[in-house]
C-alpha cells in the first residue's frame, strides 16, 4: 500500500488531497514536524531534503509535494488536463509556479511575520509584497476561468488548495476580501468530502500543536548560529 509521510501542513495536505480525490488506499505515516520526526534518518532516508511530505509506493520512494502530486497524476491518468502539448506546457507552468512561487513565497512571509525572533520590516515587506503579487495572479486567472487550467478539476487546483488554507494566516485575516475568485474555488474544493477527509487527519493522528522550544529547534535549525 502507498505510505504517506504526513504532517497537517500545506504541502502535505495536498498529496493527501489527491490520494482522497483518487481513491487510492493509503496508510498515514505521521512526521511530526514539530517533534523533529523529519530530521530522524528513518525519514530523512527517504526524504534527504528533511521536509514532509514523502510518498512511497512499492519500490517508488518521491519526495516533494508538486513531484508526488505528478507521479500520482500520471500513475492513475486523474486530475490531468488534456494529453496535448499546448496544455500540458500549461499545468507544467501553474504547477512549477505553485512549486517556487505560491509555496516559498508564503512560507517566508509566514515565517517572518509570525516565527522570526524579531520583527524584520524588510523581510516582512519584501515576502508580503511576493506573497499578494503571487496569490493575486492566481486570483486574476480564477477570475476568467473555473480552474486554474480552464474547465477541469487538476492537479494544479489541489496544489492551490493546499496553500490556500492558509491564506489568512499568510496574508491577514482580511485577504479573503481581495481574492474572491481564490475563495471561490478554495470554498469549492474545501466542501468536498475528499477535503473533508484530510482536515480529519489532523484530529486522528494528534500533531503537536505548540511551537514551542523544541519545535523551533526542530523547525529554525538556522537560529543555532544566532546563539553561538
Ligand atoms: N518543496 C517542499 C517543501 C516541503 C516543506 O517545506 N514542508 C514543510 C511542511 S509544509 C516541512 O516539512 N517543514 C519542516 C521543516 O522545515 O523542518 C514540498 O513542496 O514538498
Redesign the pocket.
Known amino acids: 500500500m502507498i505510505k504517506l509521510y504526513y ?1 497537517p ?4 495536505a495536498k498529496v493527501a488531497l489527491f490520494l482522497e480525490e483518487a481513491g487510492l488506499p493509503y496508510e498515514v505515516v505521521p ?1 511530526d ?1 514539530r517533534k523533529g520526526d ?1 530530521h530522524l534518518p528513518a525519514f530523512t532516508t527517504i526524504n534527504p ?5 514523502a510518498l512511497v509506493d512499492g519500490d517508488v520512494v518521491v ?4 513531484a508526488i502530486l505528478l507521479y500520482l497524476a500520471e500513475k492513475t491518468g486523474q486530475f490531468l488536463p488534456p494529453n496535448t502539448p499546448v496544455a500540458r506546457a500549461q499545468m507544467l507552468s501553474w504547477l512549477m509556479f505553485v ?1 517556487s512561487g505560491i ?1 516559498p513565497y508564503s ?1 517566508q512571509a509566514v515565517h517572518f511575520k509570525h516565527y522570526a525572533p524579531e520583527p524584520l520590516p524588510y523581510a516582512i515587506n519584501r515576502y508580503d509584497f511576493e506573497a499578494w503579487r503571487h496569490w493575486r495572479l492566481v486570483d486574476a486567472r480564477l477570475a476568467q476561468q473555473p480552474y486554474m487550467l480552464g474547465e477541469r478539476y487538476t492537479l494544479v487546483d489541489m496544489a492551490v488548495w493546499g496553500w490556500a488554507r492558509a491564506v489568512p494566516f499568510i496574508l491577514g485575516a482580511d485577504a479573503w476580501q481581495e481574492l474572491p475568485s481564490l475563495k471561490r474555488l478554495f470554498d469549492q474544493i474545501q466542501a468536498r468530502p475528499a477535503a473533508q477527509r484530510v482536515d480529519a487527519l489532523k484530529a486522528k493522528y494528534a500533531f503537536k500543536a505548540e511551537m514551542d522550544d523544541e519545535a523551533r529547534r ?2 529554525f535549525p538556522h537560529n543555532a548560529r544566532l546563539a553561538g
Open positions: 504532517h501542513a500545506p504541502n502535505p512526521v514536524i523529519q531534503n528533511a521536509k514532509a511530505p519526495f516533494d509535494s508538486n512549486a509555496g512560507g526542530a523547525m
